[in-house]
């Protein structure tokens, strides 16, 4: 069985979601043979204003909520891109480069960055903005109208520079995803990744907010998220979209199954590194392989 997203074809249909994972772990998922890595989310600033802690897992589940911010900006880590990128072409494995910019222009130095560094996918990720990542209220962008309106400008830039497909990550707060979808095809994106973390959710700790930013939001990650995920998954899919990365609880064989069946392309991974660790991942890769390659 073969795996695209687009033209480009997967190993296998496992998304490493980047996100709080440091450089090692992802060059790790690179030689388990996974069918892509996500370098990011980066900004050409490095917006986060977010003190430890990062991370807090609700008690008896494998829920997570975190609030880490954008740390590197894509300059800072352009090195470390394009060393990334060659090595997982090595490896045939696949490379989608994230960003995050509160104003569209700034999508150009984003798009050309990363086509210059060999990446296969570029990817518009919002959710940030909507967290106050950026250290400013997001005030207007809190209404899903406004943020679908500032991702179709993005969208609109990045297809004006960009000759790789181009992913937009969707924010929780996107409920209406076909009709987004829509918009952001005729913009220029092909491939919708369904979806970031549930936002914003609040953590305290006797009484005290968890984490120290100023209003203590994170978001809701792991395998609370499923649900919610796979029926926007679903709901595009019976649209008559094609292209998708469904992100949201995968911890099993099952889950990516799960996935597939609602009409996802492939699936990305995160909390299930906080889980079950690299071995988890590994063993996630390795059963994926078996499955769908019998």
Known sequence: MSWKLEEI????????????????????????GIGAVTLGTYSSNSLSSHPKPWLYKLKGSDCYVNSYGIRHSY???EGFIK????YAHSKKVKVICSYVEREPELSEKAVKLFE??????????PTPLVMGCSGKDPGDLLDPVNLVKLTTEHIKVASSFSSIPISVKFPSTISNVVRAWNQFVERGASIAHIMNA???ALVLVDGEKYFKTERGFGGMSGECVKPVSMARVKMLSDG???????TGGIMSLQDVQDYISSGASAVGVHSLIYSKGLAGLKSLIESSNKLFRA
């Open 9 to 32: 074809e997967l190993l296998n249909p496992i998304v490493l979601c980047g996100g709080m994972l440091n450089d090692a772990l992802i060059l790790k998922a690179i030689d388990f």
């Open 75 to 77: 300059f800072d880590k």
């Open 83 to 86: 060393k990334t990128v060659a």
């Open 116 to 125: 210059e560094a060999g990446c296969d996918i570029v990817e518009y990720n």
């Open 198 to 200: 549930i936002i914003p």
């Open 240 to 246: 008559g979209a094609r292209n998708i990365i469904g």
